[in-house]
């Protein structure tokens, strides 16, 4: 083993021992344990990310793990994202009423399941071949729908089991075709699957489309494009805020990242075009069932899902067009996303205190009553919306622009105007959000405000940073090596 | 793979879909469930085919007996009448399986009747899941998918990895565990393990 492989190993085992960690410790040390280790998890992941990174152009390439650039992006977002998660959960547990366990273990067996989820999220971009990243990607719907469920309010309950069955059944016709392709590569074994021994499946290109399709649409389930999206605002909305955050920003592009490896895995037997078409129909559907949405006044949680299932039709078309000009935008769309989407779930967590009707009905004001938490939320939908000079504005023009460099200039065309109505909605319910009609609020100390004005913040800065280099980004040496994938 | 073990196999699926008390569901998927890995031990070449057999058999039981459970701690007063009658849910499922065998092509399990009985399973299992109201027979759905995802990895021309198929077992086992977790939960909130009261989440 290398030394980036242990250091790949050490990156996920660390967060799945404090997993057992904090389940034994004494309650009064559980919050510091586990914002201690989370801490260590994302140090470590930095480092390798930084290793991946550096490196992009020689990507360590082994049966049961990979270090790729484009791994190394989800990386660095699940780790950033997960720590930030970390340290909101305890401003959630202070004001949390009820959960699915009894009071005296609720925060152990939350922080466990949290750690246990986000270990998963983590090993699930270090994947080497696709069984085990199937595998780690059904493994986190066990963790996160316990933590979707909670609160153990009907409406979480609800939620968690539709996540659970909806996702599960996806994963399973995910599996069939796992199953046939595993069948159909001379090799069989791990090694048959590992991505870079996928194109050298011998049972047809029938066969193998139909492999892909199974995959593409099992998968499509747990990233929650449109038609099979029916879980996600749900489970987003209901989920504990922080949990809320790792789903959108980290579950969902990850399962992504499976999905697109696939693709370019099978690109060559299947066929460019054919594996490019059915990712941008997903995209175009998510866009087109997200953006009327968009428009409607609705609880702020679930507008951010909503958001997400426009964020992922986004990323889904810059992989169908497939350009350098077209990833590099898909690049930069998943750390914007991450970031803009992440600070909106965290801000809900003092929002449901200072206007406990937000966890139902549309919000108004809140920039009036509670300036600094209506500035985070006025940042987190606005750079969501794309609003220059949100990065986000920046990877849609790449990702259209990828499209016409494809030749591919009608999806792109439609692609914008959908865009641009969601944009319309999303900066409507901003300026709602910062100086609408507003309703008499709770005055009472927020749980969290401080930490959440501290990522806004902080979030403005990296955003803004983003924007900045974005420009040099479709040139460099890390791009060429996400439009190489894994050889 | 014997023809009659194939048809076993695919009528117990069937029952799966048409039956209404849930002890009886229980007890036909944990007899497919044995029945497979039966048939994975006599086929058995290595000791790491041994090993996934026997995984196998622990999974059928451990599921079996962790369903038990999970009914006799959720008694209901009359089973819960599913959306969609008992033939034509055994009709829907008919259909869901001609379609998957018509659309997908032979894809090298050692014989056609083999990858016919693995589609089987699985559209058996989505129809379950489905058609029916109950949350125990909905999570048995996705039981009866994986069984059939199973009985792909033992009739695979290749030696299959060990650790995937006891990863898929134990992730299998997880996602039950949740699930019949989630099925109490619902069951004390609501007064019935009934997916119908869970639809109040609408835009």
């Not at chain 1, 994202?81 to 699915?100: D, E, K, Q, R, T």
């Not at chain 1, 090993?123 to 066990?142: K, M, Y």
């Not at chain 1, 750079?383 to 259209?400: K, M, Q």
């Amino acid at each position: 083993m290398t030394s980036i492989q242990a250091l790949a190993v050490v990156v996920v085992a660390v967060p799945l021992v404090t997993a057992g960690l904090v389940i034994l410790a004494p309650s009064k040390h559980v919050t510091m344990l586990a914002r201690t280790c989370a801490v260590a998890t994302s140090v470590l992941a930095v480092v390798l990310v930084g290793v991946a990174v550096r490196d992009a152009g020689h990507p360590l390439i082994g049966h049961w793990i990979v270090v790729d650039a484009a791994g190394a992006l989800l990386l660095a977002v699940t780790a950033v994202i997960g720590l930030a998660s970390v340290l909101m959960s305890a401003s959630y547990l202070h004001g949390a009423h009820s959960s699915f366990v009894a009071e005296g273990h609720r925060d152990r067996v939350y922080y466990g399941v949290l750690f246990l989820f986000w270990a998963m999220l983590l090993a699930v971009p270090l994947a080497g071949n696709l069984g085990a990243a199937w595998l780690l990607v059904e493994a986190t719907t066990a963790a996160s729908a316990l933590l979707v469920g909670f609160s153990g309010k009907a409406h979480a309950l609800e939620a968690g089991w539709k996540y659970l069955i909806l996702t599960s059944l996806g994963l399973g016709i995910a599996l069939l075709g796992i199953a046939i392709l595993a069948a159909g590569v001379p090799t069989g074994g791990v090694s048959g699957l590992a991505w870079g021994r996928l194109a050298t499946f011998a049972s047809g290109r029938s066969t193998a489309l139909s492999a892909y399709l199974l995959i593409l649409i099992g998968l499509a389930a747990k990233i929650g494009w449109a038609p099979v999206h029916n879980w996600l605002p749900d489970a987003h909305s209901q989920a504990p805020p922080p949990v809320s955050a790792l789903l959108s920003a980290a579950l969902l592009p990850t399962v992504l990242l499976v999905a697109w490896r696939t693709d370019r895995a099978l690109a060559p037997l299947i066929g460019v075009s054919a594996a490019q078409r059915l990712l941008i129909g997903f995209g175009l559907a998510s866009l087109a069932v997200a953006v009327p949405f968009l428009w409607r006044p609705m609880a702020f949680k679930r507008l951010l899902a909503y958001s997400s299932l426009e964020h992922l039709g986004v990323m889904a078309l810059g992989i169908g067009f497939g350009t350098p000009l077209a990833l590099a935008g898909v690049a930069l769309h998943i750390v914007g996303h991450a970031i803009a989407k992440a600070l909106g779930f965290y801000a809900a967590t003092p929002l449901l205190v200072h206007e406990p009707r937000a966890a139902r009905h549309a919000v108004s004001g809140v920039g009036r009553t509670a300036p600094a938490l209506g500035a985070t939320m006025g940042l987190s939908l606005g750079a969501l919306s794309g609003l220059p000079p949100s990065p986000l504005f920046v990877s849609e023009l790449l990702i259209l622009a990828g499209g016409v460099e494809s030749g591919r200039p009608w999806p792109a065309a439609v692609a914008a105007v959908l865009l641009a109505l969601g944009f319309l909605g999303l900066a409507h319910a901003t300026i709602e959000t910062l100086v609408g009609k507003g309703h008499r609020r709770n005055v009472t100390r927020l749980p969290g405000l401080r930490l959440v004005t501290t990522l806004g913040g902080v979030s403005l800065v990296v955003l803004l940073g983003l924007t900045a280099v974005a420009p040099w980004l479709s040139g460099s040496g890390f791009v060429d090596a996400l439009v190489r994938g894994v050889p | 793979m014997t023809g009659a073990t194939g048809w076993l196999l695919v009528g117990l699926a069937l029952g799966l879909v048409v039956v209404r008390r849930r002890s009886i569901a229980v007890g036909l998927v944990t007899t497919q469930a044995l029945v497979l890995a039966v048939m994975a031990l006599q086929q058995a070449g290595t000791v790491s085919d041994v090993v996934a057999g026997l995984a196998l058999a622990m999974r059928a039981v451990a599921l079996g007996a962790l369903f038990f459970v999970a009914v006799a701690r959720s008694r209901e007063t009359q089973p819960l009448r599913a959306r969609v009658p008992p033939m034509a849910r055994a009709g829907v499922a008919v259909v869901l399986i001609l379609m998957l065998t018509a659309l997908v092509p032979a894809f090298g399990l050692t014989s056609r009747p083999a990858e016919r009985a693995v589609l089987a399973l699985v559209a058996a299992g989505l129809a379950c899941a489905a058609t029916r109201r109950s949350t125990l027979f909905q999570v048995l759905g996705i039981v009866l998918v994986e069984n059939g995802l199973a009985l792909a990895a033992i009739e695979s021309p290749h030696a299959s990895s060990v650790i995937i198929e006891l990863g898929v077992t134990l992730d299998l086992t997880l996602i039950v565990c949740v699930a019949a977790l989630f099925h109490l939960r619902i069951f004390s909130e609501f007064g019935a393990g009934d997916s119908a009261a869970l639809r109040s989440l609408r835009d």
